[in-house]
């Protein structure tokens, strides 16, 4: 079986709630979270689509 992997990840990643639930939950135990749930999801057979045309600005502020 062969199997490619699309990856999802980043600031501004979007999710559906049910691929979550169905991947296993977000696992904050792990180094790389979003690749970890990424592959998880992947194998239960969900894809990913990524919006070019989607713009997020984000932001590190050095001074909370």
């Known amino acids: 079986m062969k199997y490619i992997l699309r990856y999802a990840?980043?600031?501004a990643g979007v999710?559906?709630?049910a691929a979550l639930n169905e991947a296993g939950g977000w696992k904050d135990r792990t180094t790389v979270e979003d690749?970890?749930?990424?592959v998880r999801a992947s194998l239960k057979g969900?894809?990913?689509?990524?919006?070019?045309?989607v713009k997020v600005i984000?932001?590190?502020y050095i001074y909370i």
Do not use: N, P, Q, V
């Open 35 to 38: 690749m970890d749930l990424a």
């Open 15 to 17: 999710w559906r709630i």
């Open 58 to 60: 984000c932001k590190l």
């Open 9 to 11: 990840a980043g600031t």
């Open 46 to 53: 969900w894809e990913f689509l990524y919006l070019s045309s």
